[in-house]
């Protein structure tokens, strides 16, 4: 998985409340991804980072922010969960040394209720 | 509107048989396209990578065509095992953008004793 974990792997919240995602690599890549997979559709690009503070929307960005204060974390919130935001949330890391391939972390599985 | 799209949905096929999965894009620049394979629950892993100049690559039993001029890649899978079960999902990369990706929403692959 090249060296990317996501915490919680899991979570049932309720409509309303926030919940942060968190996605932690140990090799230092400058780029760093957030998406979301739902039935019916392809990976969604929400956000992304290009360093440390540095980050920009994506096509699905509506609902969501993100923050990068290190190089190997990278947050995703939901300010106010809605059920339309159950998903399975991946979080990838772009090798520019590996023919800038995007490696993805394990998932983890939100539901809204 | 970038856009990538597989066929067939799903496919269940014999173990020791050979299957062949399709993908049409219209991604504009083109840069690369890769297939990956998603087991189920985990994150989506690189199989292969092409680039325009390329036509075919091999990654043991997997083999992927690309014909840029019609915009079509096929995914040959040879003397399929069980472990081959997954999700193969068609990405194309557009030049510059800050790479990113078009996903295909996949082809769910079952190989059956």
């Known amino acids: 998985d090249a060296g990317i974990t996501q915490s919680p792997r899991h979570k049932v919240t309720e409509t309303g409340t926030p919940v942060t995602l968190r996605c932690h690599q140990t090799?230092?890549?400058?780029?760093m991804y957030w998406y979301r997979q739902d039935p019916g559709h392809g990976l969604r690009l929400i956000h992304y980072?290009?360093?440390?503070?540095?980050?920009d929307k994506g096509e699905v960005s509506d609902g969501y922010s993100v923050s990068r204060s290190k190089t190997e974390d990278f947050l995703l919130t939901l300010e106010s969960a809605t059920s339309s935001q159950t998903s399975v949330y991946f979080c990838?890391?772009?090798?520019?040394?590996?023919?800038?391939?995007?490696?993805f972390g394990p998932g983890t599985r939100l539901t809204v209720l | 509107k970038n856009q990538v799209e597989q066929s067939p949905q799903s496919l269940i096929i014999l173990e020791g048989k050979n299957c062949t999965l399709q993908?049409?894009?219209?991604?504009?620049?083109?840069?690369?396209l890769r297939w990956y394979k998603q087991d189920t629950g985990r994150g989506p892993v690189s199989l292969t990578i092409?680039?325009?100049?390329?036509n075919t690559k091999s990654n043991g039993r997997y083999t992927a065509t690309l014909d840029a001029d019609t915009k079509q890649s096929s995914l040959h899978i040879t003397a399929s095992q069980l472990s081959d079960s997954a999700s193969y999902i068609c990405?194309?990369?557009?030049?510059?953008?800050?790479?990113?990706?078009?996903f295909g929403t996949g082809t769910q692959l079952k190989v059956e004793l």
């Open positions: 990838a890391i772009r090798d520019t040394l590996a023919d800038n391939e995007q490696f």
């Open positions: 980072s290009y360093g440390v503070k540095d980050t």
């Open positions: 092409m680039t325009f100049s390329e």
């Open positions: 990405v194309v990369s557009a030049l510059g953008g800050g790479n990113k990706l078009t």
């Open positions: 090799e230092n890549h400058r780029y």
């Open positions: 993908c049409n894009y219209t991604v504009s620049p083109f840069s690369n």
